[in-house]
């Protein structure tokens, strides 16, 4: 079963059981799928589309976390956490920071890199070859570190 039907399968046993939470953050991730569903106008979203959609809204909620940690707002930081779990749910795990350093520093050889201005090669061969198990920031950070920023 792809991401898509498991989605929708999650969401029909959520409201069964009447999990409000779960039903929330589930029926936002629906949403962004029919959108991307009727962009295409096909009959499903592929999982590779639904993966990258998965990660933006990921990344938007912990955008949102942040703000709303710095306003003051735990009313609605606790709503925007257990969407971000229902999310994270469905993503796989990214590599640790190990792994992730491995990954640069044979990115590093591999395009001979010298200077930050060889940055960009460097994040082009990480995400050709590592693209969905890849955190982009770890890995920005990590090759500013390794050839020196």
Request: proline content about 1%; glycine content about 8%; some cysteine.
């Amino acid at each position: 079963m792809g991401i898509y039907d498991d989605v929708n399968a999650q969401l029909k046993t959520a409201m069964r059981a009447r999990d409000k939470v779960r039903v929330a953050g589930l029926r936002g991730i629906r949403a962004a799928l029919l959108e991307e569903q009727k962009k295409t106008g096909a009959e499903t979203v592929a999982d590779d589309a639904c993966l990258t959609i998965l990660r933006r809204l990921a990344k938007q909620r912990r955008e949102s976390i942040d703000a709303y940690r710095a306003g003051g707002r735990d009313d609605l930081l606790a709503a925007e956490e257990s969407e971000l779990a229902v999310i994270e749910a469905f993503l796989p795990q990214l590599a640790d920071e190990a792994t992730t350093r491995a990954w640069v520093q044979e990115a590093i050889e591999a395009t001979g890199a010298a200077s930050m201005r060889d940055m960009g090669k460097v994040m082009g061969h990480l995400m050709k070859h590592h693209k969905g198990a890849l955190d982009g920031k770890l890995a920005n950070t990590l090759v500013r570190e390794l050839i020196g920023a």
